[in-house]
């Protein structure tokens, strides 16, 4: 692995969009190789099986990419397929989920006693966050609910389902009230943040992996002597497993610049 070779990422949809800008945004001098498995979206309502096969799928696309860092942007991706893939990419790419940083956050916030995690059925039937919180936080109350139509609803962006109510629904669930903290345990959740802010009245602290992934990969690389100092532009590469004119539009709200989008087949 050197420097100059690319950050892998990927996700099924534009939920690792907003993590791949956040990358951009912290780590302006690296090139980006993104992985959008559109032909499966969502992975949320996979089996483990099918979810372990797409992501080794794409992994295996990655390292013919040379990615010395991969990124897995999805939450029940990195949930289900973590372990599997960090012995797959074992001194060949450094690789990095969504759900460690937050936990690391977690962790280190004494004001946080009852929290919230809403995700897909994979993640919260995985009880990934639950698990991982409860090893040094056991003080904090952790309530979970799966919320398998939002992901789905945010791909769409129909504002006409958005006043059906289905966030709110959700949100005012009995098995998540009264918390002082909610995890937004999808990474298409963070697009619908100030909808859920609002519901809140802003009484209840939101957390995202996008404010805590570009610091956690930053401070890997440096460690490992893989960060990126030339300032010398290098290009993106964004990759779907099924093009639409409709996902080509949603990188827009990523990356205003024009994004070419090429359709691979690695299934």
Known sequence: MNSEQPIGIFDSGIGGLTIAAAINETLPNEQIIY?????HLPYGDKSNKKI???S????????KKKCKAIIIACNSASAIAYDFLEKKTHKKSLLFNVINP??????K???IKNIGIIGTNATISSNVYQKSIKLTRKDINVKSLATPLLASLI???NQKLYQKGIVETYLSDNTIKNIDTLVLGCTHYPLIESIISKYYNENVKILSSLNHIGNEVKQKLQQNKLL???QNKLKHNFYVSDYTSHFQQKTKLFFPSSIILKEENIF
């Open 35 to 39: 992985f959008g498995d559109t032909q």
């Open 52 to 54: 372990l096969f797409y």
């Open 56 to 63: 080794d799928r794409i992994v295996e696309f990655l390292l």
């Open 102 to 107: 937050l936990i690391k956050y977690i962790e």
């Open 109 to 111: 916030d004494i004001n």
């Open 155 to 157: 791909e769409e962006n």
């Open 228 to 230: 990126r100092f030339s």
